[in-house]
């Protein structure tokens, strides 16, 4: 802090003092801006109160219509100024007015005047004026002298046309399209910056023209281009080359990739990354391709600027996401990257760690993580906690040193988002690892002793509700659970007093004990609290109930509310207090939106530092749910799979339509998500019409339409049909969606009465044997393969055929199968030339599969496999080779 | 689709977050509340970061942002979560190093309020619309230093009125304090 004394003491007598727009004011500004009228301009003083003007603005101050009128006018009197600095920031003022189409009139003349100007600065700042507020009628009387300017010869105007040019082509691109013979004459341009701003217009111009872009991009390519930024460009337009051609050539070199590689070597540091980032981006990138970039990449690491770094270990992270084994030369380098300074940087090196790790390095990385836990925001450590969770899903087997670590972190201090990941990561791995069920559960237990957010706390006791009682000792939860009766507020108390109703209904020994409890809780100050434990008592006291009793309690205490709490509240505000009471099935039990676990996938989700891997949470319970609301479906049973929902319809077609199937014992139900994108439309009576000719062990059952969709909001319909019980039956299935389509008003929003009859073809459906495969991961495939019995062990050998590599067969085999690799098995070693997955999953029944599968590569690329299955159920071993053999 | 290298805002914050000049150059912060909301994130993200010698970089609310601090000014560039860092951290680097021209050595908060006008002609220079238009402080700093390329205003050419306001504008200042 160089600063000479003077100012220091100016600073500490009054720290505003030296503003000079201490105090200012809207008002005082604006009659002050009447000098601008007077006869005698004095540019000093004008620029001074332009400054103010624009000082103003800049705040967030907004003119009335008639001031900033008011200000444009006299400001358009000091063109007569022949000072260059005051009609410098008289340029500026008129962009920040953005003047109306009305007044804009007055200054057009004298803009055209400076575009025609000598000096250089008047030349292209006018142009830039000028384009940022005329229309297209005045513009085509300027395009002459806008041709000119893009050849000038100064290339700060050339600058000014070209960018203009880019932002018309928005507004006026049928006018801005004819430059393009001087816009390639740019291109040649030797200033550097001239020859970026006409390659993006040029582009842009030509951008519906694949055939031109391929043309051009293949011509600069080959070397014409100076500028750092202008090769940056042609590496973006490249790879969209690359990518709209992926479909059309398979074989051989991918073309460009030559480029893209050289630039690699380029001397400006953003056009390597620019090239690095573009080779990891491409679809399907093999190692080989991926090396060359990694590289470079790698030495960046290392760079003493943390742009670099930063940089470097962004793109690292995301490849680590698709190719793990790429990565993992660069760990070191990241491993000392844990302690950079710069926080974003640590954050995105651990994450990537986490995901490249080995089984065998999980320990160490926990080690140097804990140390870095202690000085990072909150918002870093969620992102670290999430990368973990999906660490622990990945390598079951280490769940005991993450699970400390996330139950360490969960002691510490920490705000409520960063609390609820740790428990949702807990959670999380509990439902996944059995093993790590009651160790988790102790966790929890331990962390709702002193939690300060009540809504942690209600649904941690929820939790335990549901998986405490079929631990192997119950009673060790119930001192923390009945700990929160004491110490907690009414919310938490009632939770608690539901789970231990809980607990004492699954755990007969406990019952007598429970009661006591209870009984103590309806001294409760509470109201809540104490209906909630007189209704528990009732129901527990009930001792030599009928089993329809039982049935109905345990439908109370665990089964799910029936009608979606939305069309619950509604019912209950229009409910008036009468005679009569509250009729809980006269709640209308249509979802009115689509289940929430499938909006969450399909929203743009918040990528902030290097997003973790969605979570592998399902929308199993929501689709479960949804359908027992379904009286016609109810009967079906316990629902075995549904399915990610399958497109029906190609993208931004009128009716979007998917279907999501799901797999009963002896049903399977379709359920169509439709949804209307025409805003003219309301679309009524929307049904299915299914034909199973093709799918002959299937018959319709029954069909639930949709009574209305109107636009934008999706809707479902269902079609249900029988096939024979426990049979992986598969077929083919073709879908005509019919509806009765009506007008809508766009003004007032309201349909019209008459509507017409129509119907849209939609894709055909296929089930396949993998929809009878729930992939359900084993926490330890070894133990779990010699627990089968090796009698049922079924082998046979495969030719898959030449493949372009070992990983896409693997991916192949699982992706057939529908079954969960274990242990990290689906990722290969780069160069490898043999691979074994591990395999696991339920079959229809509820028959757990295990499937080892052994893949050797030759050196004509193809591809054998021996495929070794075990199951309970012989038949269901012979069932899986009767898949593969068949796919 | 759009391709090119696209700068979402240009922001110059005091010591303390306030700010002293910003440029939005897009519409993700419609009104100056969301602007201010942002201006305030971006500073207490930053702040005790130490970004005197090199650019640093951080990413927030999906967004990649490049800074750097002198003294008590705090510059800071933003750009898509998607975009080249480097690209972001030249035009930047361009920023800082043409205000440091600008103010002949002396940048901080009130010099830099002195010459607003000439901050705000620099921000004008970099950036246009959101599209990168120069980078080289050198350039930018003699396009928007217009009183030092200026023929017509030359020092002697000042009339005696002009003289003479100037004189009692610095000689109120001082006084005043």
Not at chain 2, 110 to 129: H, Q, S, T, Y
Request: negative net charge; proline residues 4%.
């Amino acid at each position: 802090m160089a600063q000479p004394l003077v100012k220091k003491d100016d600073d500490l007598d009054d720290e505003l003092e030296f503003s000079p727009f201490m105090g200012i004011e809207k008002g005082a500004v604006l009659q002050e801006a009447r000098v601008f009228n007077d006869p005698q301009l004095d540019p000093r003083r004008c620029s001074q109160v332009i400054t103010k003007l624009l000082y103003l603005l800049n705040q967030g101050e907004s003119f009335t219509k008639v001031e900033a009128t008011e200000v444009f006018f006299s400001v358009t009197k000091l063109f007569q100024s022949k000072d260059t600095g005051l009609r410098r920031m008289v340029y500026l003022i008129i962009k920040e007015l953005s003047p109306g189409s009305d007044e804009v009139i007055i200054v057009t003349s004298s803009l055209m005047k400076d575009m025609n100007s000598k000096i250089d600065m008047y030349r292209a700042n006018a142009i830039r004026v000028l384009c940022r507020i005329i229309d297209g009628t005045l513009l085509t009387q300027i395009e002459r002298y806008l041709k000119q300017a893009i050849v000038d010869k100064n290339p700060v105007v050339s600058s000014a046309a070209l960018v203009s040019g880019l932002h018309m082509l928005k507004t006026n691109p049928e006018i801005v399209k004819r430059w393009s013979n001087e816009v390639q004459e740019a291109v040649q341009s030797r200033a550097a910056l001239v020859q970026f701003h006409a390659l993006a217009l040029l582009h842009q111009i030509r951008q519906n023209d694949r055939l031109a872009v391929s043309k051009l991009v293949g011509t600069l390519t080959r070397g014409a281009v100076r500028s750092p930024l202008a090769q940056c460009l042609l590496i973006r337009y490249t790879s969209q080359i690359i990518r709209d051609m992926g479909n059309h050539s398979q074989s051989g070199e991918r073309p460009f990739y030559d480029f893209l590689e050289s630039c690699l070597r380029h001397k400006a540091e953003m056009v390597i990354l620019e090239a690095a980032r573009a080779i990891t981006e491409l679809d399907g990138v093999s190692s080989r391709e991926l090396t060359p970039a990694i590289t470079v990449l790698q030495l960046f690491l290392s760079s003493p600027k943390p742009v670099l770094r930063f940089a470097a270990v962004r793109t690292l992270n995301k490849v680590a996401m698709t190719h793990p084994m790429a990565v993992t030369n660069c760990n070191i380098d990241m491993e000392s990257l844990i302690s950079d300074q710069n926080r974003s940087i640590a954050t995105l090196a651990i994450t990537t760690l986490l995901k490249t790790g080995n089984e065998s390095s999980v320990e160490r990385l926990m080690k140097q993580i804990t140390n870095f836990m202690s000085d990072i925001a909150d918002e870093f450590k969620i992102v670290v906690v999430e990368a973990i969770r999906s660490l622990c899903v990945k390598f079951p087997l280490k769940y005991r040193s993450l699970m400390n670590f996330l139950s360490n972190i969960l002691r510490e201090e920490g705000g409520f988002e960063y609390k609820r990941a740790i428990v949702d990561s807990i959670v999380t791995i509990i439902r996944d690892i059995p093993d790590a069920k009651e160790n988790g559960l102790l966790h929890l237990c331990e962390f709702i002793e002193d939690c300060e957010f009540t809504y942690l706390s209600t649904q941690i006791l929820h939790f335990l509700g549901i998986e405490g009682p079929n631990t192997s000792d119950p009673s060790k939860y119930i001192r923390y659970i009945y700990n929160r009766v004491h110490l907690e507020n009414a919310t938490v108390r009632a939770a608690a007093v539901c789970t231990l109703a809980k607990f004492g209904f699954m755990v007969e020994a406990l019952k007598p004990r429970i009661t006591v409890l209870l009984k103590r809780c309806i001294y409760d100050s509470d109201d809540e609290v104490r209906d909630r434990a007189t209704l528990f008592l009732s129901i527990l006291g009930n001792d030599d109930g009928l089993v329809e009793t039982d049935k109905d309690s345990r439908e109370f205490l665990f089964g799910s509310l029936e009608a979606p709490l939305v069309n619950m509240e509604t019912s209950l505000k229009n409910y008036e207090p009468s005679e009569e009471a509250f009729d809980v099935d006269s709640v209308p039990k249509e979802v009115k939106s689509q289940p929430l676990a499938e909006k969450k996938a399909k929203g743009k989700k918040p990528t902030g530092l290097g997003a973790p891997p969605p979570a592998p949470v399902s929308g199993f319970d929501a689709y479960e749910r949804l359908l027992s609301s379904i009286p016609e479906f109810a009967t079906f049973g316990k629902l075995f799979k549904s399915s990610s929902p399958v497109e029906l319809t190609e993208a931004e077609t009128e009716y979007s339509v998917n279907v999501v199937k799901h797999i009963f014992e002896s049903h399977v139900v379709f359920q169509y998500n439709c949804t209307n994108t025409v805003p003219e439309q309301l679309l009524e009576r929307v049904n299915v019409i299914v034909d199973a000719s093709e799918a002959e062990e299937f018959s319709e059952l029954s069909s639930k339409p949709l009574n209305s969709l109107p636009y934008d909001s999706p809707g479902q319909a269902f079609v249900a049909f029988e096939k024979p019980e426990g049979v992986p039956a598969v077929g083919k299935f073709s879908n005509t969606l019919t509806f009765v389509v009506k007008e809508v008003d766009p003004n007032t929003g309201e349909a019209e009465d008459d509507g017409v009859e129509d119907e849209y073809q939609l894709e055909d459906l296929e089930i396949v044997p993998a929809d009878y495969m729930v992939n359900v991961g084993v926490s330890n495939f070894r133990n779990a393969w010699e627990n089968m019995d090796p009698e049922n062990e079924l082998e046979d050998e495969y030719g898959l055929g030449p493949r372009e590599s070992l990983a896409e067969a693997v991916k192949a085999v699982i992706d057939v199968l529908g079954m969960q690799s274990c242990e990290g098995t689906e990722t290969v070693a780069s160069n490898a030339r043999s691979h074994t997955s591990l395999l696991s999953g339920l079959y229809i029944g509820n028959v757990k599969v295990l499937v080892k599968a052994q893949f050797g590569m030759d050196n004509r690329k193809e591809i054998a496999m021996k495929l070794a299955v075990r199951a309970d159920d012989q038949s269901v071993s012979e069932a899986i080779h009767a898949i593969v053999s068949g796919g | 689709m759009e391709l090119s290298p696209k700068v979402k805002n240009i922001l110059l914050l005091d010591s303390e977050g306030k700010r002293i000049a910003a440029k939005y150059y897009s519409d993700d912060w419609p009104t100056n509340t969301a602007k201010e909301a942002y201006e305030k994130a971006v500073f207490s993200k930053t702040k005790k970061t130490n970004a005197r010698t090199e650019v640093e970089v951080t990413a927030l609310e999906n967004n990649i942002i490049v800074y750097k601090f002198v003294q008590d000014l705090h510059f800071f560039v933003t750009g898509g979560e998607e975009e080249n860092e480097l690209i972001l951290a030249s035009v930047l680097q361009g920023l800082f190093d043409a205000v440091n021209l600008l103010l002949r050595g002396n940048v901080d908060k009130r010099e830099a309020l002195d010459n607003l006008d000439l901050i705000f002609l620099c921000f004008d220079e970099i950036i246009d619309g959101g599209i990168v238009l120069e980078t080289d402080a050198n350039v930018i700093a003699e396009k928007a230093g217009i009183n030092s390329i200026d023929p017509n205003a030359l020092l002697s050419e000042q009339t005696i009125s002009q003289a003479l306001a100037t004189a009692r504008e610095h000689l109120t200042r001082s006084l005043l304090k």
